[in-house]
């Protein structure tokens, strides 16, 4: 997440079966993930209701993080015990983290000390940690986004739908290049040239009153966001493609938004200086934004199998 963002030093974590201190959860220097990126994980958010933690898609983040692991070869606990962990990491915080929204990161990486980039015969490590998080990118504006000079990576060179941790790299690098260049987050093409994601976030354009977004062979993150904003859109009646995206549809569409746990849905002002629509938040992009945020905050009961209460 954003460079800004600390863990509270004061919170317990997990790591291989023990709750200890932040401060106190420490790897070897030579740890195989650590060296070669040999690792994937998991963003969640449980937002806070007044009374409680409510996790949002508990169970499809842990399943996501189970199904990446064997992708990758590599054995994450079983998706009820991914599921334990983390609502344990919330109840163990319960007194740091209440009154806040938080973020929690689990984390499966290659916790062995061997020499050689291989998956095979390497110790499988596991973290969770959590901490306070209010909005990733600035929602309260629309956001200044560039198309990156970066290309995003192939899925057939580091799987992008599995979220390694080597793969962030190209994330960084792409966000890296938007802020020094005065942008507040990157949009990459993929090595077809065609529209994919942000750094972190999925990305949606509004064109003659329809939802359009990046198919699932487009070298995305199948974010967990962008499927619950598409089953959104239906519910609203309104229309939603998976197809690819050319770069010039960025700047002919009306609307445009970007989705994740992280930045929620973000709606977009500009890209590569050239104002979106209006330059105001359009009406599509506003009525999904409700529509989740409802969801998030469980004011919506057909949203209720989203959010699980610790
Ligand atoms: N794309 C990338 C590269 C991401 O890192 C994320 C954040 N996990 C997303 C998209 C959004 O995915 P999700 O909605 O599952 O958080």
Known sequence: MSTTQRPEPMTIAHLNGEWKPLDQCLVPINTHALQYGTGCFEGLRAYWDGQRHNVLF????????????????????AVDDLIAIISECLRR????????????????????????????????????YAFRLGDYLDTSKGLNLCVSS??????SAIPTRT????????????????????YDE??????????CE??????????DGRLHTPDRTADILEGITRRAVIDLAKRLGIACEERPIARTELYAADEVFLVGTGCQVSWVHAIDRRVVGTGQQGAITAAIQKAYEDGVYGR???????????
């Open 93 to 128: 915080n319960a007194g740091v983290l209440a009154g806040a929204n938080v973020y929690i990161r689990p984390c499966l990486y290659k916790s062995g000390t061997s020499l050689g980039p291989v998956l095979l015969n390497v110790p499988d490590g596991f973290m969770c």
């Open 58 to 77: 508990l169970r499809e983040h842990a399943e996501r993080l189970h199904r990446n692991a064997r992708l990758l070869l590599m054995r994450a606990p």
């Open 198 to 207: 942000g750094s972190a976030e999925n990305i949606f354009i509004v064109r």
């Open 186 to 195: 990157a949009i990459f093409l993929n090595d077809r040239g065609q529209v």
């Open 163 to 182: 979220k390694a941790t080597g793969g962030y790299l190209n994330s960084a690098l792409a966000k890296s290049e938007a802020v020094l260049n005065g």
């Open 300 to 310: 919506d009961p057909k949203c209720g199998s989203w959010l699980t209460p610790v």
């Open 150 to 155: 970066w290309r995003r990576i192939s899925d």
